[in-house]
């Protein structure tokens, strides 16, 4: 008798709600079984709603002993924790037998794993969520058919952002949030290295904010963006060694981005410094702040970097947004940092409210040539969130997760070893189901 397929989720945050809807349906449709782990119990059970077939557990998933219960019950495990945490994960699924998948960055840690799940025939998928996930996925299928027709490709740019829908965007900054604010807070913070014109670019942390290049997407506002960690490091994972420009980027509004040069510029995002904050207002934290760097002229300071006196004053109306004068609402933390301070402001201050939706877009650039004839290829996606709750974040980060989870157990995907999505074997059906569920690229050629 064949076992009843169980499969577990571990982490239930705001990424993790399609997901959830997805599995649900999914074990109802082939009677299978679903678990979901958190810290966070009420989140669970209300994400699960008592429907059959589910459990819900709250867990600490340090806990080694009530991990590994968990993980060597399971047909296959989904992390939806924080990247540090997956190793853990990882290590269990290698001592239980366990396919595992996560929408994360694959770490040296886990690379190190690579010959012991090969050998034990499992199949650990990482970076199958949006960006890493859907990116990679959408671009390898144009890459391996440009290739197939002879193509050589001389320049590759793929641009992704999470944003704010048009109908909702109501504030300064042009911004809310649909993700992890504390990674919102550290976005950037490694630099960037791509390659532009056969030649590598690095930029710095305080530089990266800076490019006033944008990007015309039919039908939207034109968006900004700015490098994203390492591109050069996918060149040969693409199979790309052609190109002369090869970037990915992540994309926000102009007015973003130029605001958040300037949160840099007053040293927002150090979490180093550790200030005491007991019954303190945001006014009195963001006046300490700025005593304790000696910014004592920093609004001329803005008006000379950014060289536009309107530039800076619409960086004011920012900060004012975050609560720059306000002295009514105090800071929930009696001390921290400035970034555990920029996390808050961020999480009250720009939240998608009831009903309020984002938006999720990328768009994948190719300049090719074929028999020494010039083409161009643009690849865009357009999503739209529900709700704050079913948001397009939400959608494009759960359901590739969902949809490989499904597609390995019924033998669909049929690898070992471990992988990110750049491979036929794994995009081909997973874009097609996508495709399926409202997620389809739109191409235009010249």
């Known amino acids: 008798m064949t076992k009843q397929a169980h499969i577990l989720v571990f982490g239930a945050g705001k990424s993790a709600t399609v997901l959830i809807d997805f599995l649900k349906k999914t074990i109802t449709q082939n009677n299978w079984l679903l678990t979901v782990a958190d810290s966070n119990l009420a989140t669970v059970l209300a994400k699960l709603d008592s429907h059959p077939g589910t459990m819900g557990l709250q867990i600490n998933i340090e806990d080694q002993e009530a991990r590994k219960s968990l993980v060597k019950s399971a047909s296959i495990v989904i992390s939806m ?15 239980f037998g366990v396919n595992l ?32 996930g859907i990116d990679h996925m959408s671009a390898m299928q144009i890459i391996h058919e440009i290739q197939s027709k002879g193509g050589v490709i001389n320049s590759f740019r793929s641009h992704c952002g999470g944003l704010v829908a048009p109908e909702n965007d109501d504030n300064p900054w042009h911004y809310k949030i649909s993700w992890n604010p504390k990674n919102v807070v550290l976005a950037g913070s490694a630099g960037a290295r791509y390659l532009e014109h056969g030649e590598e670019v ?37 199979g790309l060694e052609s190109a002369n420009s090869f970037v990915r980027t992540t994309l926000r509004y102009p007015e973003f981005l130029k605001g958040w040069s300037g949160v840099l510029h ?47 004053a619409h960086f004011l ?23 555990d301070v920029l996390q808050f402001l961020l999480e009250t201050k720009l939240a998608l409210l009831p009903g309020e ?24 996606l357009v999503c739209i969130g529900e709700d704050d709750q079913h948001t397009a974040m939400a959608k494009t980060v759960g359901l590739p997760l969902g949809i490989a989870a499904k597609l390995i157990i019924e033998n669909q995907i ?33």
């Open 357 to 380: 939706k984002d938006m999720i877009v990328m768009q994948h650039e190719f300049d090719y040539q074929i028999d020494t004839v010039s083409h161009s290829l643009k690849s865009s």
């Open 101 to 132: 998948l996560t929408a994360s960055y694959l770490d040296e840690k886990t690379k190190a794993l690579s010959q012991e799940i090969e050998e034990k025939g499992l199949l650990f998928l990482y970076e199958m969520g949006l960006d890493p």
């Open 202 to 238: 690095t930029i710095p942390y305080h530089g990266l904010f800076n490019n006033e290049e944008t990007l015309d997407i039919p039908g939207l506002y034109p968006l900004g963006f700015y490098p994203n960690r390492d591109s050069l490091s996918y060149i040969p994972i693409y």
């Open 266 to 312: 007053l040293g927002l995002t150090d979490h180093y410094h550790v200030y005491q904050m007991d019954q303190c207002s945001i006014a009195a934290f963001f006046k300490l702040h700025i005593e304790r760097l000696a910014l004592t002229n920093w609004m001329d300071s803005l008006v000379e970097q950014s060289t536009h006196e309107a530039m800076a």
């Open 81 to 95: 924790m924080p990247p540090s945490l997956h190793y853990l994960i990882a290590e269990d699924c290698l001592e």
């Open 317 to 339: 109306e920012q900060l004012n947004w975050l609560g720059l004068h306000d002295q009514d609402t105090l800071l929930p933390m009696t001390q921290g940092t400035a970034a």
């Open 414 to 446: 049929q690898l070992s070893g471990l992988h990110i999505p750049i491979l036929p074997q794994i995009y081909e059906p997973v874009l097609a189901a996508l495709k399926s569920e409202g997620i389809e690229f739109q191409e235009t050629q010249s």
